[in-house]
Every structure is written in C-alpha cells, then in structure tokens.
C-alpha cells in the first residue's frame, strides 16, 4: 500500500504547484467491486490507480465469518480483503491510502481532489465506494455488531439456525429480511415504531401469512443485551413509544433493517441517482449517465447487496471500462 502523494513541480512562471496523478482509470473505493475492478482492469494493461477510501476492505472488514464467498467454507472478512488487496496490487494496480474529497465529471479528463491534497485525472472512472447499513446508534447496538447484532440477513441469517431473532423496521428491507430470516430461525420478532408497516402490500401479505413472524407494535428498541465474556447476544430491551413500558425479548440474534445509504456524495448532482441516492446504470451493464464513468457494487446495487454479486460487477465494469478506452482514445 502507498501514499498518494504528488511531484512537486515548477509552472510556466516559476511558482511551485503540485503535478496531477494521471490514469487511464481511476478506482474509488476498496470492497470486492473494487478489487475485482483494479484486478481485471491491471490484466487489461491500464495500469489502475485504486484509491481505498476512508474505510479500505469496505464493509467485509467488520464482518467476522464470512460463509457464501465461492471457494472459502468460512473466511474472515477482513483477510479476505487483505488477500483481494494483495491480488491486486499483484497484477500492477497501484494502491494508494487515500480518501478523494471532490470529484469533477463535467469533462475527460475527469478530475479527482483528495485529502493528501493530490490531484488525479483520469480517462475514465469506476466508482466503487459502496453503501453503508444504517443504525440506531445505540451503544450497546455498536458493542455486539458482529457478535449476534448484524444488518445483513442474508449474510448471517445461517448463524441463528434454530434460534430466536428480532428485526427492527417496517419498511421493505426490514419485511424481506424477517421473511429470509424465517429459513433458519424457530421465530422472528419483528419491531416496529408504528402500528403499520411502509413496505409494499406484497411484501406485508407474506409476512402476516408466515406463523414464525411476530409483528410487535408501537416499540423501539432500548437496548442489546448479552454476556461480555463470550461477547454474544441474549436479549433486547424495548420501549413502548406511547406508555414507555420497558419488555424484555429473549433471542441470541438481532437485525437492524432500517436501509442503507449509498456512498453517493461525490457524484450527486452530476450523475443520475435514485431511490434515496444509489446510481443510475444502464440495464445490464454498469455505465452511468456520463461516458466513460461506470458503478460497480452497493453504490448502485440496491437490490443484492452482496460481496460475490459487487465482485461480479467490479470485473463488468473494467471490462467495460476497457472498452470504452479502446473506442474512445486517451482524454
């Protein structure tokens, strides 16, 4: 891994500026999209530059075992991003630690600011900077994530076989992941503020049809409880929001299933977005509204969220990348 930092130079008139950071293509962000993207786009002799962002490995990096990554029967989150990181840099993508800050698409070469004050440009960019779970900010929430408090059902709905589970939302994540969670759980709590739910009449119909799903009214949740020696969860507090009577629900896994947030804010207001702010991508292929710039991963994946399917689309879109570069010439 290495510093992204830039060569001093001397302009026309003598004063010293900072040289810009040219690549044929430019990566932001280091989950599997990423890696896979620097990965396929090395082989294809662009010579990427992949900037890892404020969180490198992305959200794999706090996720323990990891179950459903082809190849692996359990693998670690983090070293399965140590290893893709290696991967890449392996093949000649140049990694650097840092954290882009503006990115200015209006014009080829686009043009990349970063915290370390470089300067990149780029004939074109793959953006890869993911989503991230949202959460309710509870202290205890923080102190079991990863430890029988997670957001991602499919991900670690197979840990909790057998067991108890609570869900807390009411919009479509929160119901299809109740109903994904019903596979393996012996029953699923579903927690909710109100006393009806914003997902999709389909979606509700399935789960007050399912006998393993309990719909619990007007609660929020209070508090994570658990042991601290093995960390692992027992229960949650909740509070009825009219009464504020506090209940105590015994269960050994919670999901919090309130949505994600796209890691959009650098592309927002000059490429097409939707649904609370993920990407905009041409059906079947990972181009976005500007040529030249493609999306890989949960940054416009809102539907799979998952490290295999990011991965896939991280090797789409340097493929397309390529492509583009190939019919379209250096900026």
């Given at each position: 891994?290495?510093?992204?930092?830039?060569?001093?130079?001397?302009?026309?008139?003598?004063?010293?500026?900072?040289?810009?950071?040219?690549?044929?293509?430019?990566?932001?962000?280091?989950?599997?999209?990423?890696?896979?993207?620097?990965?396929?786009?090395?082989?294809?002799?662009?010579?990427?530059i992949?900037?890892?962002?404020?969180?490198?490995?992305?959200?794999?990096?706090?996720?323990?075992?990891?179950?459903?990554?082809?190849?692996?029967?359990?693998?670690?989150?983090?070293?399965?991003?140590?290893?893709?990181?290696?991967h890449?840099?392996?093949?000649?993508?140049?990694?650097?630690?840092?954290?882009?800050?503006?990115?200015?698409?209006?014009?080829?070469?686009?043009?990349a600011?970063?915290?370390?004050?470089?300067?990149?440009?780029?004939?074109?960019?793959?953006?890869?900077?993911?989503?991230?779970?949202?959460?309710?900010?509870?202290?205890?929430?923080?102190?079991?994530?990863?430890?029988?408090?997670?957001?991602?059902?499919?991900?670690?709905g197979?840990?909790?076989?057998?067991?108890?589970?609570?869900?807390?939302?009411?919009?479509?994540?929160?119901?299809?992941?109740?109903?994904?969670?019903?596979?393996?759980?012996?029953?699923?709590?579903?927690?909710h503020?109100?006393?009806?739910?914003?997902?999709?009449?389909?979606?509700?119909?399935?789960?007050?049809?399912?006998?393993r799903?309990?719909?619990?009214?007007?609660?929020?949740?209070?508090?994570?409880?658990?042991?601290?020696?093995?960390?692992?969860?027992?229960?949650?507090?909740?509070?009825?929001?009219?009464?504020?009577?506090?209940?105590?629900?015994?269960?050994?896994?919670?999901?919090?299933?309130?949505?994600?947030?796209?890691?959009?804010?650098?592309?927002?207001?000059?490429?097409?977005?939707?649904?609370?702010?993920?990407?905009?991508?041409r059906?079947?292929?990972?181009?976005?509204?500007?040529?030249?710039?493609?999306?890989?991963?949960?940054?416009?994946?809102?539907?799979?969220?998952?490290?295999?399917?990011?991965?896939?689309?991280?090797?789409?879109?340097?493929?397309?990348?390529?492509?583009?570069?190939?019919?379209?010439?250096?900026?």
């Open positions: 891994m290495q510093n992204g930092c830039a060569t001093p130079w001397f302009g026309s008139k003598g004063a010293m500026t900072t040289r810009p950071v040219h690549t044929r293509l430019l990566i932001i962000g280091s989950g599997p999209a990423g890696y896979s993207a620097a990965i396929y786009g090395a082989r294809a002799m662009l010579e990427p992949l900037i890892q962002g404020l969180e490198p490995g992305g959200q794999l990096t706090t996720t323990t075992e990891v179950e459903n990554w082809p190849g692996d029967i359990e693998v670690q989150g983090p070293d399965l991003m140590v290893r893709m990181e290696s890449a840099a392996s093949v000649g993508t140049r990694v650097l630690s840092d954290i882009i800050s503006e990115l200015d698409l209006s014009d080829r070469p686009f043009v600011k970063s915290d370390s004050g470089t300067h990149y440009t780029a004939d074109s960019v793959i953006l890869a900077t993911g989503a991230t779970a949202k959460w309710l900010g509870l202290e205890s929430e923080t102190r079991y994530r990863g430890f029988g408090v997670s957001a991602c059902a499919t991900c670690d197979f840990f909790f076989r057998g067991e108890d589970i609570v869900v807390i939302g009411g919009g479509n994540t929160a119901v299809e992941e109740a109903i994904f969670l019903t596979r393996f759980a012996s029953s699923v709590t579903l927690v503020r109100r006393d009806e739910l914003r997902a999709d009449r389909i979606l509700q119909n399935r789960l007050f049809a399912n006998d799903i309990t719909p619990l009214w007007f609660h929020v949740l209070e508090s994570v409880e658990g042991t601290v020696d093995p960390l692992a969860v027992t229960g949650v507090r909740v509070r009825h929001v009219k009464t504020g009577t506090i209940s105590e629900i015994p269960c050994k896994g919670v999901f919090i299933a309130i949505g994600h947030t796209p890691a959009s804010q650098l592309v927002r207001g000059q490429l097409e977005t939707h649904m609370g702010g993920y990407v905009v991508t059906p079947g292929s990972t181009e976005t509204s500007i040529p030249g710039v493609f999306a890989a991963g949960d940054i416009s994946d809102y539907q799979y969220r998952q490290a295999v399917t990011a991965a896939g689309m991280g090797c789409m879109a340097a493929l397309e990348a390529e492509r583009f570069l190939a019919e379209s010439g250096p900026a």
